[in-house]
Each structure stands twice: as structure tokens, then as C-alpha cells.
């Protein structure tokens, strides 16, 4: 009983510590969702000072729930979190399987695909929005540009001149707009976070049983069928760990909306949040709760997820 005593009064400053870390910031939010609480009123400038007084009890979250932006937000946020895992994960296995193999210059190769996951969100916004996806000036302006242009010297040439006349003249997208907005934030954050996927993926592939393989090659399997059933069911358990890492991460995406198209069309619940905090602290706090709610669901969504991947 002694033995355990004093492991427990050593833990107890940083559990202590941890849930005063954890609890007062929630409770916070809590007690402003229950309250009318702004940052500036002229009208009644006692709403601008946190108290019992200005006590509204389940007003602020109805307020939230008949928001226009509401519902739009968690089904964005949850489009937009399912596309990045999607994505993440397919390109991360394909490209880890990829670069497994030996070839010259794969350290090079491994150091250059993992090295955009180490570049600020809002820079990453910036570079694509501006030198990648702006229909001017960026690649895709460029290219489809010059697309068009040989299409155009082309029509006159023998022989393929008439295929060349049906070419459709294309048109640039801008990225910014109200329907394509969510897809370059998809994009970017995809391109940011595949190499983290890649790189659990690979660590994963190093441990793969060959002797399984080169006994699965003598009874005459290909390739894809040992993709299909020894690596996909080996890279089960990383494929979890992935999904669940980044799901909590892309649920409080904002830089890139922001960048993107300043929730023009494209909100999810922490920008949602972030435009009630210019000075409905009240509503914000309410949707904060909301958004906690929303991550639980997916956490324990995923957890179990998990713990199923890892008890097999």
C-alpha cells in the first residue's frame, strides 16, 4: 500500500494541474454560453460584463441553432474533414508503397516528399490560393493559358487540325469563389498533410512480414493480390491512427478558410465561432459547446474504430 502512496503524491501536481488546464477554459465557455455576453453595446452596456445577472439560459444556443451559417457549417465541416482523410490516406498508401521499393536517391525523395509537412498552414494557404490555383497569375492560369493557345495554333495543322478545331476554349476556375472555395481548402491541406500519412505508412511497410510475401509469391499471387491481402490489412492499424490524428486536427481548420475566401460560401464551426467573437461572445461559446460536442462524436467514433483495428 506504501509502494503505491508516493507514485500517487508524486502524480498529483500534474493531475491537478492538467485538469485545472482542462477544466477552467471549458467551464468558462460553459458559464459565457449561458449568459448574454458582448464585447460593445451602446443599447445596454451591461451585457458587455460576464455575470449571473445577464443570465439567458438556453437563448444563446437557440440563437446558434436558427443561424442561417449553422447547420451549413458542421456539414461543411464534416465534407470537408471526410475529403482530407479520404485523400490523405489513399494517396499516403499508394505513394509509401511507391517509395518502399529501393531506387537512387530515395533518401533524397523521402526528405522531399515529407518536407511540406513542415511548411505554417497559413503560408500554405497563401502559396496555393496566390502562386497555384489564382486564375491570372498562378499555375493553373498559366497552364490553361497555354492550353488554349496551342489548341489555337494547332487548328490550321494537317491532318489533326480538325480535332483541334472542336477543342473547347477552357476557362480558369477561381478558387475563391462561393462553390470551388472548400475544394481549394481541401487541396491544400491535403497536399500538407499526405507526407504525414506517408511517413507513418512507411515506418509501418519496414515491418512487413517477406517471408509471408515470398511464400505468397511461390503459391503464385501478383501484385495485387498481395496488395490486397497482406499489405492493406498490415497498414490497418496506422491507417486508424492516421484517420484519428488528423480528423482532430482538420476539425479546427481556420487560417486556410480565411485565406481562401474569408467564409464567403465556405465556413466551418470554428470560423463560425470566430466571426460570433467579433462581439457575441455568448453565441460564440455556445457554438464552441457545440463543436466540442461534434468532436466527441468523431472521437468516439474513431476510438472505437481503433480499438476494434488494434483487438484483431
Do not use: C
Not at 485545472?20 to 451585457?47: G, K
Not at 458587455?48 to 451549413?72: A, I, M
Not at 462561393?178 to 507513418?200: D, R, Y
Not at 461534434?294 to 468516439?300: G, Q
Amino acid at each position: 500500500m506504501a509502494n503505491r502512496t508516493i507514485p500517487r503524491l508524486l502524480q498529483t501536481p500534474a493531475v491537478i494541474l492538467l485538469l485545472f488546464w482542462m477544466i477552467v477554459p471549458l467551464a468558462m465557455t460553459l458559464f459565457y454560453s449561458f449568459i448574454r455576453y458582448v464585447l460593445n453595446s451602446t443599447v445596454r452596456p451591461e451585457w458587455t460584463t460576464p455575470s449571473f445577472s445577464n443570465w439567458r439560459g438556453f437563448g444563446n444556443y437557440q440563437f446558434v441553432l436558427n443561424s442561417k451559417d449553422f447547420l451549413f457549417a458542421i456539414k461543411n465541416s464534416l465534407f470537408i474533414v471526410t475529403s482530407i482523410l479520404t485523400l490523405t490516406v489513399v494517396l499516403g498508401v499508394l505513394i509509401a508503397v511507391l517509395i518502399n521499393r529501393s531506387f537512387p536517391g530515395r533518401g533524397i525523395v523521402r526528405v522531399l516528399l515529407i518536407s511540406p509537412f513542415f511548411i505554417m498552414p497559413a503560408v500554405n494557404a497563401v502559396l496555393w490560393i496566390n502562386m497555384l490555383l489564382d486564375p491570372v497569375l498562378g499555375l493553373q492560369g498559366i497552364a490553361i493559358g497555354g492550353i488554349n493557345n496551342f489548341a489555337a495554333g494547332m487548328q490550321d495543322a494537317p491532318l489533326v487540325g480538325w480535332f483541334f478545331n472542336l477543342w473547347p476554349v477552357l476557362e480558369p476556375i477561381s478558387f475563391r469563389a462561393t462553390q470551388t472555395s472548400s475544394i481549394a481548402v481541401i487541396m491544400m491541406v491535403t497536399w500538407q498533410w499526405t507526407p504525414f500519412a506517408v511517413l507513418i505508412f512507411m515506418t509501418s511497410l519496414q515491418s512487413e512480414d517477406q517471408q509471408q510475401k515470398e511464400a505468397a509469391i511461390l503459391d503464385g499471387a501478383g501484385r495485387w493480390s498481395q496488395f490486397r491481402f497482406l499489405t492493406l490489412p498490415h497498414l490497418g492499424r496506422p491507417m486508424a491512427i492516421v484517420v484519428m490524428i488528423q480528423a482532430i486536427f482538420h476539425l479546427s481548420l481556420y487560417a486556410e478558410i480565411e485565406i481562401v475566401s474569408r467564409g464567403n460560401g465556405n465556413k466551418n464551426l470554428p470560423y463560425l465561432i470566430g466571426e460570433f467573437t467579433n462581439n457575441n461572445i455568448g453565441a460564440a461559446s455556445a457554438t464552441g459547446i457545440f463543436a466540442v460536442i461534434l468532436a466527441n462524436i468523431v472521437a468516439i467514433f474513431l476510438l472505437r474504430a481503433v480499438g476494434k483495428t488494434l483487438m484483431e
